[in-house]
Protein backbone atom coordinates (compact mmCIF):
# COMPACT_ATOMS: atom_id res chain seq x y z
CA UNK A 1 0.00 0.00 0.00
CA UNK A 2 1.22 3.30 -1.17
CA UNK A 3 1.80 5.38 2.33
CA UNK A 4 1.24 8.95 0.00
CA UNK A 5 3.90 11.68 -0.26
CA UNK A 6 5.65 12.66 2.97
CA UNK A 7 6.51 15.47 4.42
CA UNK A 8 9.80 17.01 3.98
CA UNK A 9 11.97 17.36 6.86
CA UNK A 10 11.62 20.93 9.33
CA UNK A 11 13.96 23.48 8.07
CA UNK A 12 16.92 24.13 10.33
CA UNK A 13 16.47 26.65 12.67
CA UNK A 14 18.60 29.34 14.70
CA UNK A 15 19.32 27.95 18.11
CA UNK A 16 18.58 31.47 19.31
CA UNK A 17 18.23 35.09 18.55
CA UNK A 18 20.33 38.22 20.04
CA UNK A 19 19.28 41.30 20.39
CA UNK A 20 21.19 44.56 21.60
CA UNK A 21 20.06 45.58 24.81
CA UNK A 22 17.27 48.54 25.22
CA UNK A 23 19.74 50.79 27.01
CA UNK A 24 23.16 51.85 25.72
CA UNK A 25 25.10 51.27 28.75
CA UNK A 26 23.58 49.04 31.49
CA UNK A 27 25.20 47.73 34.87
CA UNK A 28 24.50 44.47 36.96
CA UNK A 29 25.88 44.02 40.50
CA UNK A 30 24.60 41.19 41.60
CA UNK A 31 27.32 38.49 42.79
CA UNK A 32 24.47 35.74 42.29
CA UNK A 33 25.76 32.75 39.19
CA UNK A 34 22.09 31.96 38.52
CA UNK A 35 20.91 35.74 38.51
CA UNK A 36 23.80 36.84 36.48
CA UNK A 37 22.85 34.13 33.82
CA UNK A 38 19.42 35.39 33.76
CA UNK A 39 20.39 38.60 33.45
CA UNK A 40 22.26 38.37 30.56
CA UNK A 41 19.88 35.76 29.05
CA UNK A 42 16.99 38.53 29.30
CA UNK A 43 19.58 41.31 28.10
CA UNK A 44 20.88 39.31 25.19
CA UNK A 45 18.46 37.04 23.45
CA UNK A 46 14.97 37.77 21.74
CA UNK A 47 14.53 34.24 21.34
CA UNK A 48 15.87 30.74 21.49
CA UNK A 49 14.64 27.23 20.08
CA UNK A 50 17.12 25.85 22.77
CA UNK A 51 18.28 26.72 26.22
CA UNK A 52 21.37 24.90 27.84
CA UNK A 53 20.63 23.79 31.44
CA UNK A 54 23.38 23.42 34.22
CA UNK A 55 23.19 23.65 38.23
CA UNK A 56 23.36 26.71 40.32
CA UNK A 57 25.99 24.32 43.02
CA UNK A 58 28.24 22.85 40.40
CA UNK A 59 31.32 25.08 38.46
CA UNK A 60 32.66 22.39 36.48
CA UNK A 61 28.80 22.07 34.97
CA UNK A 62 28.60 24.99 34.62
CA UNK A 63 31.98 25.59 32.49
CA UNK A 64 30.94 22.81 30.11
CA UNK A 65 27.68 24.38 29.47
CA UNK A 66 28.85 27.39 28.72
CA UNK A 67 31.12 25.62 26.08
CA UNK A 68 28.12 24.23 24.65
CA UNK A 69 26.38 27.36 24.83
CA UNK A 70 28.64 28.80 22.67
CA UNK A 71 28.92 26.56 20.21
CA UNK A 72 25.33 26.83 19.60
CA UNK A 73 24.94 30.47 20.11
CA UNK A 74 22.31 29.81 22.45
CA UNK A 75 21.61 31.27 25.84
CA UNK A 76 22.60 29.06 29.15
CA UNK A 77 20.96 29.20 32.64
CA UNK A 78 21.32 27.48 36.00
CA UNK A 79 18.73 25.63 37.73
CA UNK A 80 18.53 25.20 41.56
CA UNK A 81 18.89 28.00 42.97
CA UNK A 82 15.67 30.64 41.16
CA UNK A 83 13.80 27.65 39.25
CA UNK A 84 11.15 29.97 39.38
CA UNK A 85 12.44 32.76 36.88
CA UNK A 86 14.75 30.35 34.89
CA UNK A 87 10.87 28.66 33.93
CA UNK A 88 9.71 32.05 33.48
CA UNK A 89 12.76 32.91 30.89
CA UNK A 90 13.01 29.91 29.29
CA UNK A 91 8.65 30.83 28.50
CA UNK A 92 10.26 34.00 27.25
CA UNK A 93 12.50 32.59 25.09
CA UNK A 94 9.69 30.26 23.69
CA UNK A 95 12.42 27.43 23.83
CA UNK A 96 11.19 24.04 23.09
CA UNK A 97 14.04 22.22 24.04
CA UNK A 98 16.48 22.07 27.13
CA UNK A 99 19.74 20.94 27.02
CA UNK A 100 20.62 19.65 30.84
CA UNK A 101 24.50 19.31 31.68
CA UNK A 102 25.54 17.25 34.97
CA UNK A 103 23.06 16.72 37.60
CA UNK A 104 20.32 19.04 36.84
CA UNK A 105 16.93 18.32 38.42
CA UNK A 106 14.24 19.44 36.44
CA UNK A 107 11.23 18.22 38.43
CA UNK A 108 10.44 21.97 38.99
CA UNK A 109 9.98 22.38 35.52
CA UNK A 110 6.57 22.14 33.07
CA UNK A 111 8.07 19.58 30.16
CA UNK A 112 5.31 18.51 28.76
CA UNK A 113 5.76 20.13 25.67
CA UNK A 114 9.37 20.12 26.09
CA UNK A 115 12.40 18.32 24.06
CA UNK A 116 14.59 17.48 26.24
CA UNK A 117 18.25 16.12 25.54
CA UNK A 118 21.15 15.60 28.29
CA UNK A 119 24.38 16.05 26.87
CA UNK A 120 26.83 13.76 28.52
CA UNK A 121 30.97 13.40 28.77
CA UNK A 122 31.40 11.31 25.29
CA UNK A 123 32.43 14.48 22.79
CA UNK A 124 31.30 12.68 19.92
CA UNK A 125 27.97 11.94 20.63
CA UNK A 126 27.63 15.38 22.12
CA UNK A 127 28.67 16.28 18.44
CA UNK A 128 26.17 13.84 17.00
CA UNK A 129 23.18 15.43 18.90
CA UNK A 130 24.15 19.25 18.25
CA UNK A 131 24.79 18.48 14.86
CA UNK A 132 27.13 21.23 14.11
CA UNK A 133 31.01 21.43 15.06
CA UNK A 134 32.11 22.26 18.47
CA UNK A 135 34.17 25.63 18.86
CA UNK A 136 36.05 24.18 21.53
CA UNK A 137 36.51 20.04 22.32
CA UNK A 138 34.40 19.05 25.45
CA UNK A 139 36.01 16.01 25.81
CA UNK A 140 37.38 15.02 29.59
CA UNK A 141 39.94 12.93 27.76
CA UNK A 142 42.42 16.26 27.05
CA UNK A 143 44.66 16.29 29.58
CA UNK A 144 44.94 19.27 31.05
CA UNK A 145 48.53 20.76 29.90
CA UNK A 146 47.90 20.07 26.76
CA UNK A 147 44.41 22.50 26.49
CA UNK A 148 44.75 24.82 29.77
CA UNK A 149 41.55 25.80 31.20
CA UNK A 150 40.40 29.75 31.07
CA UNK A 151 39.33 30.56 34.12
CA UNK A 152 38.10 34.35 34.41
CA UNK A 153 40.45 34.94 37.37
CA UNK A 154 43.54 33.55 35.52
CA UNK A 155 42.90 36.07 32.39
CA UNK A 156 44.90 39.21 31.96
CA UNK A 157 42.77 42.32 32.25
CA UNK A 158 42.11 43.94 29.33
CA UNK A 159 41.54 40.19 27.75
CA UNK A 160 39.33 40.45 25.03
CA UNK A 161 37.82 36.95 24.46
CA UNK A 162 37.08 35.42 21.10
CA UNK A 163 34.41 33.19 19.98
CA UNK A 164 34.81 29.60 22.22
CA UNK A 165 37.16 30.96 24.51
CA UNK A 166 35.40 29.99 27.96
CA UNK A 167 36.57 26.60 30.50
CA UNK A 168 36.22 23.31 29.01
CA UNK A 169 35.28 20.72 31.68
CA UNK A 170 33.21 17.52 31.75
CA UNK A 171 30.36 16.36 33.65
CA UNK A 172 27.37 13.70 33.18
CA UNK A 173 24.25 14.89 33.50
CA UNK A 174 21.34 12.98 35.13
CA UNK A 175 17.96 14.01 32.98
CA UNK A 176 16.56 11.16 31.03
CA UNK A 177 16.02 12.03 27.17
CA UNK A 178 12.29 12.79 25.87
CA UNK A 179 11.09 14.42 22.47
CA UNK A 180 13.72 15.10 19.43
CA UNK A 181 16.63 17.15 18.73
CA UNK A 182 15.68 19.88 15.92
CA UNK A 183 17.58 20.95 13.52
CA UNK A 184 19.60 23.36 14.49
CA UNK A 185 21.35 26.32 13.10
CA UNK A 186 23.99 28.71 14.96
CA UNK A 187 21.94 31.09 16.83
CA UNK A 188 22.28 34.72 15.18
CA UNK A 189 23.67 37.24 16.72
CA UNK A 190 24.36 40.91 16.96
CA UNK A 191 26.94 43.62 16.10
CA UNK A 192 28.24 46.48 18.54
CA UNK A 193 27.31 44.67 21.76
CA UNK A 194 29.98 45.23 24.23
CA UNK A 195 30.23 43.39 27.63
CA UNK A 196 32.76 44.38 30.43
CA UNK A 197 33.15 41.65 33.41
CA UNK A 198 35.85 42.33 36.70
CA UNK A 199 36.87 38.46 36.41
CA UNK A 200 34.79 36.97 39.42
CA UNK A 201 33.90 33.45 39.37
CA UNK A 202 30.07 33.75 39.56
CA UNK A 203 30.46 35.64 35.76
CA UNK A 204 30.76 32.42 33.77
CA UNK A 205 27.79 32.00 32.34
CA UNK A 206 26.96 35.86 31.95
CA UNK A 207 30.27 35.62 30.16
CA UNK A 208 29.41 33.09 27.99
CA UNK A 209 25.83 34.22 27.60
CA UNK A 210 27.38 37.50 25.96
CA UNK A 211 29.55 35.72 23.69
CA UNK A 212 26.96 33.92 22.24
CA UNK A 213 25.28 36.46 21.48
CA UNK A 214 28.10 38.16 19.24
CA UNK A 215 29.03 40.66 22.05
CA UNK A 216 32.81 41.33 22.15
CA UNK A 217 33.78 40.70 25.92
CA UNK A 218 36.50 42.44 27.42
CA UNK A 219 38.25 41.50 31.05
CA UNK A 220 38.42 45.28 32.97
CA UNK A 221 39.06 44.64 36.74
CA UNK A 222 37.71 48.74 37.28
CA UNK A 223 37.71 51.78 36.21
CA UNK A 224 36.86 51.23 32.72
CA UNK A 225 38.74 54.38 31.81
CA UNK A 226 41.81 52.47 32.89
CA UNK A 227 41.93 49.89 29.67
CA UNK A 228 43.17 51.92 26.65
CA UNK A 229 42.53 48.39 24.88
CA UNK A 230 39.26 47.76 25.65
CA UNK A 231 37.99 51.59 25.39
CA UNK A 232 39.11 51.77 21.77
CA UNK A 233 36.65 48.78 21.60
CA UNK A 234 33.81 50.88 22.94
CA UNK A 235 33.97 53.23 20.55
CA UNK A 236 32.61 51.19 17.76
CA UNK A 237 29.43 50.10 19.93
CA UNK A 238 25.98 50.47 20.45
CA UNK A 239 25.75 49.51 23.86
CA UNK A 240 27.88 48.13 26.80
CA UNK A 241 27.26 46.24 29.32
CA UNK A 242 29.30 45.96 32.60
CA UNK A 243 29.04 42.79 34.77
CA UNK A 244 30.58 43.35 38.22
CA UNK A 245 31.36 45.21 41.78
CA UNK A 246 34.14 47.00 40.83
CA UNK A 247 32.57 49.77 38.87
CA UNK A 248 30.77 51.64 40.85
CA UNK A 249 27.22 52.41 40.43
CA UNK A 250 25.43 52.63 36.93
CA UNK A 251 25.42 56.35 36.68
CA UNK A 252 29.40 56.26 37.29
CA UNK A 253 29.67 53.33 34.73
CA UNK A 254 27.51 54.90 31.82
CA UNK A 255 30.05 57.97 31.79
CA UNK A 256 32.53 56.52 32.27
CA UNK A 257 31.98 54.25 29.35
CA UNK A 258 31.28 57.16 27.57
CA UNK A 259 34.17 58.56 28.28
CA UNK A 260 36.38 55.18 27.76
CA UNK A 261 34.88 54.72 24.30
CA UNK A 262 36.34 57.81 23.22
CA UNK A 263 39.73 56.83 22.97
CA UNK A 264 41.26 59.88 24.01
CA UNK A 265 44.51 59.09 26.33
CA UNK A 266 46.30 61.25 28.78
CA UNK A 267 50.37 61.37 28.32
CA UNK A 268 51.05 58.64 30.27
CA UNK A 269 48.83 56.29 28.07
CA UNK A 270 45.97 55.88 30.00
CA UNK A 271 42.69 58.09 30.79
CA UNK A 272 43.30 58.09 34.39
CA UNK A 273 45.84 61.02 35.37
CA UNK A 274 47.87 58.50 38.16
CA UNK A 275 47.58 55.16 36.29
CA UNK A 276 51.08 53.80 37.33
CA UNK A 277 51.84 57.25 36.27
CA UNK A 278 54.43 60.19 37.95
CA UNK A 279 54.93 63.69 36.69
CA UNK A 280 58.52 66.05 36.46
CA UNK A 281 56.82 70.12 35.28
CA UNK A 282 58.80 73.48 34.82
CA UNK A 283 56.95 76.09 36.66
CA UNK A 284 56.26 79.41 35.20
CA UNK A 285 54.43 82.09 33.15
CA UNK A 286 55.59 82.72 29.28
CA UNK A 287 58.42 85.18 28.95
CA UNK A 288 58.52 85.98 32.01
CA UNK A 289 61.88 84.48 33.76
CA UNK A 290 61.55 85.96 37.24
CA UNK A 291 58.09 83.74 37.73
CA UNK A 292 60.33 80.96 37.15
CA UNK A 293 62.30 78.33 34.79
CA UNK A 294 59.04 77.96 32.31
CA UNK A 295 59.40 81.48 31.16
CA UNK A 296 63.32 81.59 30.66
CA UNK A 297 62.83 80.12 26.94
CA UNK A 298 60.93 79.89 23.67
CA UNK A 299 58.08 77.10 23.25
CA UNK A 300 60.15 74.63 21.38
CA UNK A 301 62.82 75.07 23.94
CA UNK A 302 60.69 75.09 26.87
CA UNK A 303 59.11 71.33 25.35
CA UNK A 304 62.86 70.29 25.09
CA UNK A 305 63.77 71.18 28.21
CA UNK A 306 61.14 69.65 30.38
CA UNK A 307 61.76 66.52 28.43
CA UNK A 308 65.21 65.78 29.43
CA UNK A 309 64.69 67.07 33.01
CA UNK A 310 61.56 64.36 33.09
CA UNK A 311 64.37 61.76 31.71
CA UNK A 312 66.69 62.16 34.65
CA UNK A 313 63.35 60.85 36.69
CA UNK A 314 62.50 57.58 34.01
CA UNK A 315 65.51 55.83 34.59
CA UNK A 316 64.63 56.04 38.37
CA UNK A 317 61.04 54.14 38.37
CA UNK A 318 59.27 51.46 36.36
CA UNK A 319 56.64 53.97 35.67
CA UNK A 320 55.80 56.49 33.12
CA UNK A 321 57.00 60.10 34.08
CA UNK A 322 55.05 62.62 31.82
CA UNK A 323 56.74 65.82 31.21
CA UNK A 324 54.94 68.47 32.45
CA UNK A 325 54.20 72.80 32.32
CA UNK A 326 53.07 74.69 35.12
CA UNK A 327 51.76 77.64 33.36
CA UNK A 328 50.82 80.70 35.17
CA UNK A 329 47.74 81.73 33.72
CA UNK A 330 46.83 84.25 36.06
CA UNK A 331 49.64 86.20 38.42
CA UNK A 332 48.88 88.09 41.13
CA UNK A 333 50.32 91.56 40.96
CA UNK A 334 50.97 95.10 43.38
CA UNK A 335 48.92 96.74 41.61
CA UNK A 336 44.97 96.95 41.88
CA UNK A 337 44.26 96.73 38.08
CA UNK A 338 40.87 98.38 36.56
CA UNK A 339 39.27 94.82 38.44
CA UNK A 340 40.78 95.97 41.67
CA UNK A 341 41.83 92.44 42.38
CA UNK A 342 45.48 92.62 42.26
CA UNK A 343 45.68 89.87 39.66
CA UNK A 344 46.41 89.93 35.74
CA UNK A 345 44.12 87.85 33.87
CA UNK A 346 45.72 86.73 30.67
CA UNK A 347 43.93 86.00 27.74
CA UNK A 348 43.23 82.47 27.01
CA UNK A 349 44.23 82.46 23.63
CA UNK A 350 47.89 83.55 24.89
CA UNK A 351 48.74 79.58 25.83
CA UNK A 352 46.67 78.09 23.20
CA UNK A 353 49.89 77.22 21.12
CA UNK A 354 52.10 76.20 23.89
CA UNK A 355 49.37 73.36 25.09
CA UNK A 356 48.86 71.76 21.49
CA UNK A 357 53.07 72.25 21.28
CA UNK A 358 53.21 70.10 24.62
CA UNK A 359 50.01 67.65 23.62
CA UNK A 360 51.84 67.06 20.62
CA UNK A 361 54.75 66.23 22.36
CA UNK A 362 53.15 63.73 24.88
CA UNK A 363 52.98 66.40 27.80
CA UNK A 364 50.37 68.22 30.39
CA UNK A 365 49.78 71.31 31.64
CA UNK A 366 48.51 72.76 34.61
CA UNK A 367 47.03 76.19 33.88
CA UNK A 368 48.07 77.83 37.95
CA UNK A 369 45.72 80.77 39.18
CA UNK A 370 47.08 83.45 41.43
CA UNK A 371 43.76 85.18 42.06
CA UNK A 372 44.47 88.04 44.12
CA UNK A 373 41.28 89.57 45.53
CA UNK A 374 38.89 87.54 42.76
CA UNK A 375 37.32 84.03 43.28
CA UNK A 376 39.02 80.90 41.97
CA UNK A 377 36.23 79.45 40.38
CA UNK A 378 35.78 83.02 38.78
CA UNK A 379 39.00 82.97 37.34
CA UNK A 380 38.69 79.34 36.04
CA UNK A 381 35.72 79.55 34.36
CA UNK A 382 37.77 82.14 31.74
CA UNK A 383 39.14 79.53 30.69
CA UNK A 384 37.27 76.87 30.21
CA UNK A 385 38.17 76.90 26.47
CA UNK A 386 41.55 75.84 27.56
CA UNK A 387 40.10 72.91 30.16
CA UNK A 388 38.54 71.48 26.55
CA UNK A 389 41.63 70.05 26.18
CA UNK A 390 42.50 66.58 27.51
CA UNK A 391 45.72 67.30 28.47
CA UNK A 392 44.84 69.85 30.82
CA UNK A 393 44.59 70.76 34.44
CA UNK A 394 44.14 73.12 37.17
CA UNK A 395 46.01 74.51 40.04
CA UNK A 396 45.44 76.45 43.02
CA UNK A 397 47.70 78.50 44.17
CA UNK A 398 46.35 80.31 47.75
CA UNK A 399 49.52 82.11 48.91
CA UNK A 400 48.02 84.31 46.42
CA UNK A 401 44.58 84.44 47.23
CA UNK A 402 43.89 87.74 49.32
CA UNK A 403 40.72 89.10 51.04
CA UNK A 404 38.92 92.03 50.15
CA UNK A 405 41.20 94.11 52.57
CA UNK A 406 44.42 92.14 51.92
CA UNK A 407 47.25 93.29 49.02
CA UNK A 408 50.10 91.05 47.95
CA UNK A 409 53.69 90.49 49.29
CA UNK A 410 51.66 91.99 52.64
CA UNK A 411 51.05 88.55 54.42
CA UNK A 412 50.48 84.28 52.81
CA UNK A 413 46.86 84.42 51.59
CA UNK A 414 44.66 81.73 52.41
CA UNK A 415 41.20 79.82 50.86
CA UNK A 416 38.37 78.42 52.87
CA UNK A 417 37.51 74.35 51.67
CA UNK A 418 34.27 75.48 50.34
CA UNK A 419 35.88 77.45 47.53
CA UNK A 420 38.09 74.97 46.39
CA UNK A 421 35.93 72.47 46.46
CA UNK A 422 33.72 74.39 44.11
CA UNK A 423 36.81 74.72 41.87
CA UNK A 424 36.96 70.67 42.05
CA UNK A 425 33.28 70.05 41.14
CA UNK A 426 33.54 72.30 38.57
CA UNK A 427 36.40 70.24 36.72
CA UNK A 428 34.61 67.36 37.57
CA UNK A 429 31.36 68.27 35.93
CA UNK A 430 33.45 69.69 32.58
CA UNK A 431 34.84 66.66 32.44
CA UNK A 432 32.34 64.49 32.75
CA UNK A 433 30.06 66.71 30.70
CA UNK A 434 32.68 66.50 27.81
CA UNK A 435 33.93 62.90 28.27
CA UNK A 436 37.35 64.04 28.94
CA UNK A 437 40.11 61.57 30.53
CA UNK A 438 40.42 62.97 34.20
CA UNK A 439 42.06 65.88 35.12
CA UNK A 440 44.15 66.82 37.84
CA UNK A 441 43.39 69.30 40.71
CA UNK A 442 46.37 70.67 41.98
CA UNK A 443 46.39 72.46 45.65
CA UNK A 444 49.60 74.55 46.33
CA UNK A 445 50.03 74.49 50.43
CA UNK A 446 53.36 75.17 52.40
CA UNK A 447 51.35 76.33 55.68
CA UNK A 448 48.42 74.43 57.03
CA UNK A 449 46.57 77.48 57.73
CA UNK A 450 46.86 78.22 53.69
CA UNK A 451 43.68 75.89 53.55
CA UNK A 452 40.41 76.37 55.92
CA UNK A 453 39.27 73.12 57.20
CA UNK A 454 41.30 70.72 54.41
CA UNK A 455 39.58 67.62 56.29
CA UNK A 456 36.74 68.55 54.38
CA UNK A 457 38.18 68.61 50.61
CA UNK A 458 36.31 66.61 48.32
CA UNK A 459 38.24 63.41 47.12
CA UNK A 460 35.79 61.16 45.96
CA UNK A 461 34.94 62.77 42.41
CA UNK A 462 36.45 60.25 40.32
CA UNK A 463 36.31 62.90 37.53
CA UNK A 464 39.35 64.47 38.87
CA UNK A 465 42.84 63.52 40.91
CA UNK A 466 43.69 65.93 43.27
CA UNK A 467 47.08 66.82 44.32
CA UNK A 468 48.23 68.65 47.39
CA UNK A 469 51.92 70.23 46.31
CA UNK A 470 54.19 71.26 49.15
CA UNK A 471 55.96 74.36 48.07
CA UNK A 472 58.52 75.16 50.66
CA UNK A 473 61.78 76.62 49.83
CA UNK A 474 65.45 76.81 51.45
CA UNK A 475 66.99 74.50 53.31
CA UNK A 476 66.87 70.85 52.98
CA UNK A 477 65.69 70.37 56.76
CA UNK A 478 63.53 73.32 56.38
CA UNK A 479 61.75 71.70 53.58
CA UNK A 480 61.62 68.66 55.51
CA UNK A 481 59.61 70.01 57.98
CA UNK A 482 57.33 71.35 55.46
CA UNK A 483 56.42 68.29 54.01
CA UNK A 484 55.54 66.72 57.42
CA UNK A 485 53.50 69.58 58.55
CA UNK A 486 51.19 69.93 55.60
CA UNK A 487 51.30 65.76 54.73
CA UNK A 488 49.66 65.75 58.99
CA UNK A 489 46.07 65.59 59.01
CA UNK A 490 45.48 65.54 55.22
CA UNK A 491 42.34 63.93 54.05
CA UNK A 492 42.42 60.50 52.27
CA UNK A 493 42.69 60.13 48.27
CA UNK A 494 45.03 62.14 47.48
CA UNK A 495 48.31 62.47 46.17
CA UNK A 496 51.53 64.09 46.67
CA UNK A 497 53.96 67.39 45.00
CA UNK A 498 56.99 68.51 46.04
CA UNK A 499 58.71 71.49 44.92
CA UNK A 500 62.57 72.15 43.50
CA UNK A 501 63.77 75.77 43.69
CA UNK A 502 66.54 76.43 41.49
CA UNK A 503 67.78 79.11 42.98
CA UNK A 504 66.20 79.33 46.86
CA UNK A 505 66.94 75.52 47.57
CA UNK A 506 70.50 74.97 49.78
CA UNK A 507 71.13 72.98 47.88
CA UNK A 508 68.75 71.68 45.53
CA UNK A 509 67.93 67.99 45.91
CA UNK A 510 68.66 66.13 42.84
CA UNK A 511 66.82 63.76 41.13
CA UNK A 512 67.83 60.92 43.34
CA UNK A 513 67.05 62.28 46.36
CA UNK A 514 64.03 63.72 45.48
CA UNK A 515 62.57 60.09 44.67
CA UNK A 516 63.90 59.37 48.04
CA UNK A 517 61.27 61.40 49.35
CA UNK A 518 59.21 59.73 51.79
CA UNK A 519 56.80 59.03 50.24
CA UNK A 520 57.68 59.49 46.60
CA UNK A 521 56.70 62.44 45.16
CA UNK A 522 53.87 61.73 42.55
CA UNK A 523 54.75 65.60 41.11
CA UNK A 524 57.52 67.16 41.26
CA UNK A 525 58.09 70.40 39.78
CA UNK A 526 61.13 73.16 39.31
CA UNK A 527 60.79 77.18 39.87
Given at each position: ??P ?6 P ?9 L ?7 F??TSA??A ?8 F???T?V ?11 L ?15 TG?Q ?7 IER?E?GT ?6 V?L?D???S???V????E????V ?5 ND ?5 S????P ?8 A???P???L ?16 SG ?8 EG ?10 Q?Y?T ?5 A???G ?6 PGD ?10 LG?GE????Y ?7 E?F ?9 GT ?10 D ?20 E?D??QT ?5 DM?G ?12 T??VIV ?6 E???GD?S?EF?A?K???L????A ?10 Q????I ?11 LK ?31 V ?5 YV?D ?5 H ?6 V???F?R???H?R??L????S ?5 I???GS?A?S??T???N?V???A ?8 K??I?E ?12 V?P????V???
Open positions: MDGPTSPPEPQPAAVAQPEKSSALTGAQALDSSARFASAVVLAPADDQAAQRASSVALALGAPVLLADEEVAGELAVMPVGPDGFDLEMNQPLGDFGEQDLLGLEEDLTADPQEKPARHLELEGTISPGETDGSGTSSGAQRHMPALLHGVQGLHVLFDGAQTAVANRAAASVALVPRASAEAGSDEAVVGGTHYGDASGWQVATAATQLPGGSQLVFHTRYVALYGHPGTPSLGVLGNTAIDLVAAKYADLTEETVVPLETVATGDGSDYTPEYQDIEAADAGQYVVLDFPGRAFLDQVRQYEELYPNVGVALDPEWRLAPDQEPLQQIGSVGIDENSVVDAFTRSHLPQKMVLHQRAMIDSETTDREVAVLHADGQDKDTWNRSGPDGVHWGWNFDDKPMLTPEQTYGERPDYSYQ
